[in-house]
């Protein structure tokens, strides 16, 4: 059959990185990046460019404090981009565009390592089919696309190439003998290479450990002896890996659990000491993970020399891994807080830290999820192979990650890639045998029919993806940094921050994950004064924070110190006619309003009719407050003709400081830009510090100038205070940095006696 050509590695590998590729690239279509990530890490690569040097203390980013770069991710994550970009730039591309598409050549690799590892795995059908669901999976497209930057992408892309170093150790036992052992090494830095790119590379080191331990289990069952030297290689090459991580985290950064951040945490928790090896995770790993591991192969070893009948091997594997599951679980019980990385995301969980749902699993994998349990045809009587059990080792603690966050769908998705594609032909062989007549229906049914409905819904998914950003935002963003000072701080809401810290180039108090304060103070629970204590200088409000307002309340009563029990209500309702009156409606809720010389405004809120108590009309730059024809609830309304929407809310929702800004901002707020309805910036009028750097000189320059001292902190680079000094100014309107001050970068207070009314940090040259 013609068809059967399909399935050579000529043909099958061209095929399915061209499909992966355009898959991918889709995304490059939109002017703007998806999500808000992407944004924080471009803006450190250009900055980093300018100044000619990987920087540590970004200051336009963690107000007013600056930011670690190095404490958030290795510096592999920045540098990858810049010399994509550095080999691209002759070509005439952008760093812009350079950036949008390193995703996509990471993603793609992947695939393609992946396949050749599964083609001297298995065979040429089901490194096909495994290869192209992996290609068309939204699971895996989605943080391997263009326009979205993720360090995940990384990590899988390194798994792969270590696949790829299995399985040729494997091809070659024949040919190579004891020579072939050295393709390990591939392993060791295949794994060590991804902790300089990913700050949670360890899922690496957890598969391929897992991928030891199971190899050994398939060798014992399958009484292949030779195997075990293999398992006991792929586990020593995870301690290489380990050494040469540790060795890169000093120059480029450690993982998240490294001995700086949380890693603190997780130590104190399993009494572990930061010694010569310096992340937590590695630390784990090489003293007991292995040790275990390596104890449990060599076990497995000398059973087989002794056990011969299969029911009773199978016993001592049942007996071993309950004895085993003890050991992890309860003797490090620190362990069963994964699901919550060990406490980071209980105060305010996130869309990616929950568990997955089966609308998740189908988003992600489509079709492939029902094909899962097909792989398992594979543990038939005389059709299994070690590979198989070796490859539990990626499937099990991928299938936990994904049950556990949605996060992990990206990471999982090459496990049920391999389930499906392999279990695919694994049916169609089962089913071909019993009726050979019917076998061309059976590949047009089974071979064709579902990686195309696979291929449809990878395909739909990834063009319905549309940027967050978008022009007003990026107007309103570029005018704050044209029109405000290089250390103001600026507060938004959290999702917009890396948007604050790209566009604008100023620093954001919240970003990148939710901030209770910023909740706090837009439902009026905080006030001036700890905005003014943080150093905010612009409050940005938008259209879009009426959107998530549920959030904002959610994120707010997770504050422990604060008790938010208002009732607050809020329905966003888009304009839907305006002949003869305004209409908005939006599920159960509808507003009808004839405009005059009274309002007439009724509400129906799901069968009541009610008419407000307030309404509020902005348009063209102005907003009113007609008079109604009568009121007899005590709901408000904000209208915007300019954009054709309406916002009802109740009173408590009305007086919160979001509503307030965005509808009557009153001192010591002015409204400093508005596009007419969707994004306004507000300016706090305090006690403002200016800093003007000119050639050697850097002045503080003071509004309203009431303030009595300025604290001056000078840092160095990697973040080590270097100096601290409070300057009495009261009076003055200006102050030099004085000479003595030492230090890279230069955090500042502004009081007035103890309280503090302004703060910042800067750069000195």
Do not use: C
Request: charged content about 20%; proline content about 4%; glycine content about 8%.
């Amino acid at each position: 059959m013609d068809f059967e050509r399909v399935f050579k590695p000529k043909i099958a590998l061209p095929l399915i990185t061209v499909v992966a590729l355009i898959f991918r690239l889709i995304p490059l279509r939109f002017k703007y990046m998806l999500g808000y990530d992407p944004y924080f890490h471009l803006a450190y690569i250009e900055e980093a460019l300018k100044a000619g040097e990987w920087f540590n203390f970004f200051t336009i980013a963690g107000g007013p404090w600056g930011y670690q770069v190095r404490t958030f991710h290795p510096l592999g994550l920045w540098m990858t981009p810049a010399y994509v970009y550095k080999v691209l730039k002759t070509f005439g591309v952008s760093l812009y565009n350079a950036f949008r598409i390193t995703p996509v050549i990471f993603g793609v690799l992947t695939i393609v390592f992946f396949y050749l590892a599964l083609l001297k795995l298995y065979d040429e059908r089901r490194a096909f089919f495994a290869s192209l669901f992996l290609a068309v999976s939204f699971g895996h497209i989605f943080r391997s696309m263009a326009n979205y930057y993720r360090g995940d992408n990384y990590m899988l892309f390194w798994y792969s190439v270590a696949l790829f170093g299995i399985a040729y150790a494997f091809y070659m036992r024949e040919k190579l003998r004891y020579k072939r052992f050295a393709f390990y090494l591939i392993l060791a830095f295949a794994s060590g290479f991804a902790a300089i790119f990913w700050q949670a590379y360890y899922p690496i080191f957890v598969f391929l450990l897992a991928n030891a331990v199971f190899l050994a289990v398939g060798a014992f069952l399958l009484d292949e002896k030779e195997k075990f030297f293999d398992s006991l290689a792929l586990a020593a090459s995870t301690v290489v890996g380990a050494f040469i991580a540790n060795s890169l985290g000093g120059k480029y950064g450690y993982g998240m659990l490294g001995y700086d951040q949380l890693g603190k945490k997780v130590a104190e928790k399993l009494a572990l000491e930061f010694g010569t090896i310096k992340d937590a995770y590695l630390i784990i790993h090489i003293k007991y993970l292995v040790p275990l591991a390596l104890a449990f192969i060599i076990l497995l070893f000398i059973l087989s020399r002794y056990i011969k009948d299969i029911k009773v091997r199978v016993g001592v594997l049942v007996g071993l891994a309950i004895l085993g599951v003890f050991v992890l679980f309860y003797r490090f019980e620190a362990l069963k807080e994964l699901s919550t990385g060990f406490g980071i995301f209980k105060e305010a969980p996130i869309a990616e830290t929950r568990p997955s749902t089966f609308d998740d699993l189908w988003n992600a994998f489509a079709l492939s999820i029902f094909l899962i349990p097909l792989f398992f045809l594979r543990f038939r009587l005389r059709e299994v192979k070690v590979q198989d059990f070796m490859f539990l080792g990626l499937v099990l603690p991928s299938i936990y990650m994904i049950k556990t966050w949605t996060r992990f769908l990206f990471i999982g998705s090459m496990a049920i890639a391999l389930m499906a594609g392999v279990g695919l032909w694994e049916l169609y062989s089962v089913l071909s045998r019993l009726d050979r007549k019917k076998s061309l229906a059976l590949t047009l049914g089974l071979l064709v029919i579902i990686p195309g409905v696979n291929t449809a819904f990878g395909l739909d998914s990834v063009t319905k993806e549309k940027p967050f950003m978008n022009e007003q935002w990026e107007k309103a963003l570029r005018w704050l940094g044209e029109n405000s000072n290089e250390n103001d701080v600026i507060l938004a809401w959290w999702d917009y921050g890396h948007w604050v810290t790209y566009y604008a180039r100023r620093s954001p108090i919240a970003q990148g994950s939710p901030n209770t304060g910023v909740a706090l103070y837009y439902l009026g629970k905080l006030d001036e004064n700890w905005v003014m204590s943080l150093g905010v200088d612009y409050v940005i409000v938008s259209y879009y924070d009426f959107l998530k307002f549920g959030a904002i309340v959610d994120t707010a009563k997770r504050h422990p110190k604060y008790n938010v029990s208002e009732s607050y209500g809020l329905v966003l309702l888009p304009m839907t006619s305006s002949i003869g009156a305004l209409v908005f409606e939006r599920g159960g809720y509808r507003v009808i309003a004839k405009p005059g010389e009274e309002w007439n405004v009724v509400i129906n809120a799901n069968g009541q009719a009610l008419t407000p108590r307030e309404v509020y009309v902005e348009y063209k730059g102005e907003i009113i407050r007609p008079n109604l024809t009568s009121s007899n609830s005590n709901a408000y309304l904000y209208i915007n003709l300019n954009y054709k929407y309406a916002v009802l809310m109740n009173e408590e929702t009305l007086n919160t400081t979001l509503a307030r800004l965005f509808i009557r901002p009153e001192e010591p707020y002015e409204l400093v830009y508005s596009d007419g309805g969707v994004i306004k910036i507000l300016k706090l009028r305090h006690p403002n510090v200016e800093v003007e750097k000119t050639n050697s000189r850097v002045m503080f320059h003071f509004e309203n100038a009431t303030g009595t001292g300025l604290g001056i902190w000078g840092f160095l680079d990697n973040g080590t205070k270097v100096f601290e000094k409070w300057y009495g100014v009261k009076g003055l309107e200006e102050f030099e940095l004085p000479s003595e001050v030492n230090g890279t970068v230069i955090r500042y207070a502004y009081a007035v006696g103890k309280k503090i009314v302004d703060r910042g940090v800067f750069r000195k040259g």
